[in-house]
């Protein structure tokens, strides 16, 4: 690992860091205990992922990936990386958006819900039309 890449991601980590730490505090006391339990396991599972994949897998070496990942992988990996995503966008946007504004943790959820539907189908959608790209017999 070089040193600008090695830069990047201690910049990445203190960008995080400081943006749970200056958007989501005030918020915190206001969460319900669902709601805070989401976000402690979302949010850094989101961080190590892009800790992870970022750095050990340049695009050309993740698109090889995606390239020979099986289906059943794949849709776990989209699956999880767009729920823990959709919980931490909807957080974020909800303190810098919403604050003021009072949503019970049902609407909340269905909203998380709506996201990671998006997300999912868009990330999926990426997927497809890169391996069709990538390889037009596998498919």
């Known amino acids: ?29 206001e969460m319900s205990p669902a709601r805070k339990g989401i976000l402690a396991v979302a949010g850094p599972f989101a961080v190590i ?19 020979h990942l099986q289906v059943t992988p794949l849709v776990i990996t989209l699956l999880l990386v767009s729920g823990a995503s959709s919980a931490v966008i909807v957080e974020i946007i909800r303190a810098m958006f919403f ?9 909340h959820f269905s909203v998380i819900g709506v996201a990671w539907v998006a997300l999912f189908l868009v990330q999926s959608a990426l997927v497809i039309v890169g391996r069709r790209l990538i390889c037009p017999e596998m498919m």
């Open 99 to 107: 604050r003021r504004v009072t949503w019970r943790d049902m609407f």
């Open 49 to 67: 992922y892009g800790l992870l994949i970022v750095p050990v897998a340049p695009l050309s070496r993740t698109l090889e990936i995606v390239r």
């Open 1 to 29: 690992m070089d040193f600008w890449t090695l830069a990047a991601l201690l910049f990445f980590c203190v960008t995080v860091v400081y943006s749970y730490r200056s958007v989501l505090r005030p918020e915190l006391h």
